[in-house]
């Protein structure tokens, strides 16, 4: 059943009367189903190295390690509420497991080495099994030598779609990341640099959509597009600018948001973050518009080229601005009786290298630290939790990013509301399960604590994850 969808899905058969069906018992089939069906959609993933083509002729293919033999690996879609059964097979030389990053469901599926399970030996496999609870755009990514994995390759994306997508037409999945390649594009060695560490993390030299350097996106007059945008780099930042046009973010991390067009247009991502765009395309038949990336100041470049096709425009009339996407069932905070909790980040390159600049807070091997605990070589046996929550109790975590670097902090398990920033309330008040929190600023995040489990809370720049900055929240 690897990879293929079970047809009796559809049909509301229950998997014992497909296999009575088809051991030729006609029979079963005459039972009308009482609740919706128990089948799931089945998938087998193996992690092994591979070969693939991630930048254009005449350069060579890309050594790597991925899913499926592709980069990103194979993209996973289904309803919200439908079971997902993958069988991870680890073919790599090193221990992994598989993180479904954003994704409500029980802790013992989670894929945190240690944690929520024990890592997968090489040649060994896991059943992950569960429901996803909410519907939107996430990805799912090895949580085991994380930095070391994903730059490698590993990494893809997980779409859950609503019973009633909104109206457009076409669903873009753009999975944004970039590689460090050599001049004969094989990925460059270097892993855990301790100065890049202990700065912005590795990153890459080559920017990837879909796992290729891009060439252009082909659009027509007038569609409507829904662009679900995933960073899945180790430690890019993007700020993404589309020339001429005006994307309007509809969801955060999978969760819905008032439909609005970002401050000064740019759409920023922190690694994991994603972000659905309504992108309507204004432009006329054969124009072209520059998607640009200005994240970091003096590093600006083009991503990609939207291309306009020389048909005549899809529709007369513009549409009417989308709708808010329906909720997803994350309970709501209750902000007046939430409990409080600061949580600190500490260390990294403080000024700059030869600036007299120095080491925050170095402390016991580890280069960043949150409430001045750390995590030493990535590994969680010996992690006390740095927060224990009470279950189905609000709370707000005060995050101060008191480094010179920003972190997109994640949290596994929930989804959290972000309140404040610098004390100013936001204005979305948005649901996220990744927050970018730049350098010296304080964000407020609320949620309630109703996923019990030890859940990872950490930096998704994977070398700051690996450097220190990655902790344990208890929900007893
Ligand atoms: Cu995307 Cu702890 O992970
Ligand atoms: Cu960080």
Redesign the pocket.
């Known amino acids: 059943m690897t990879g293929k969808r079970l047809t009796v899905a559809r049909s509301g058969l229950s998997r014992r009367s497909l296999l009575a069906a088809g051991g030729g018992v006609v029979l079963a089939s005459a039972f009308p189903p009482l609740v919706r069906a128990a089948t799931s959609l089945e998938k087998t993933l193996v992690a092994a190295e591979g070969h693939v083509r991630i930048t254009p002729d005449p350069y060579a293919q890309t050594g790597v390690w991925c899913y499926g033999g592709s980069v990103p690996g194979p993209e996973i879609r289904l309803h919200q509420g439908e079971p997902l059964r993958v069988s991870v097979e680890n073919r790599l030389a090193q221990d992994t497991t598989v ?1 479904w ?1 954003g994704l409500r469901i029980p802790n013992a599926m989670d894929g ?1 080495p240690y944690v929520s399970q024990p890592p997968i030996q090489p040649e060994d496999s896991f059943i992950y099994e569960f429901i996803p609870p909410d519907a939107g755009t996430y990805w799912y ?1 090895p ?1 085991a030598h994380s930095a070391e994995q994903v730059g490698w390759g590993l990494m893809g994306a997980l779409i859950i779609e609503e019973p009633q997508p909104p109206p457009v037409d076409r669903d873009v999945v753009w999975v944004i990341g970039d590689f460090r390649l050599n001049d004969d594009a094989s990925i460059a060695g270097g892993f855990g640099n301790r100065m890049e560490m202990s700065m912005s993390g590795r990153i890459g030299n080559t920017v990837t959509i879909n796992g290729r350097v891009p060439d252009r996106f082909p659009v027509r007059s007038g569609e409507r597009i829904r662009l679900r945008l995933i960073n899945a780099a180790p430690a890019r930042i993007f700020g993404l600018e589309f020339k001429d046009h005006r994307p309007l973010v509809v969801a955060f991390d999978g969760q819905p948001v008032e439909p609005h067009a970002q401050e000064g247009g740019r759409v920023v991502l922190g690694p ?1 973050m994603r972000t659905d765009l309504i992108l309507d395309m204004t432009g006329k038949p054969s124009q072209s518009a520059a998607v640009l990336d200005t994240f970091y100041k003096g590093l600006e470049y083009k991503l990609v080229d939207i291309s306009y096709s020389g048909e005549p425009p899809l529709r007369a009339q513009p549409l009417a601005l989308p709708a808010k996407l329906p909720p997803n069932p994350a309970p709501e905070p209750d902000l007046a009786n939430a409990r409080r909790h600061d949580v600190t980040l500490t260390g990294g390159m403080v000024g700059g290298m030869g600036m007299g600049g120095g080491m925050m807070g170095m402390m016991g091997g580890s280069m960043w630290a949150i409430n001045g605990m750390a995590v030493i070589n990535d590994d969680m046996r010996h992690m006390k939790p740095v927060l224990t929550l009470t279950r189905s109790k609000s709370y707000v975590l005060a995050i101060d990013n008191q480094t010179a670097w920003h972190h997109p902090m ?1 949290l ?1 398990g929930h989804s959290f509301r972000v309140i404040t920033r610098n004390g100013a309330r936001t204005k979305y008040r948005e649901w996220r399960d990744t927050v970018l929190v730049p350098p010296r600023e304080r964000v407020e995040i609320a949620f309630v604590a109703d996923n019990p489990g030890d859940w ?1 809370f ?1 930096c ?1 720049i994977l070398d700051h994850q690996e450097g220190g900055m990655m902790s344990v929240i208890r929900v007893a």
């Open positions: 993180h990053h945190a990514h949580h994991a994640h596994h990872m950490h998704h």
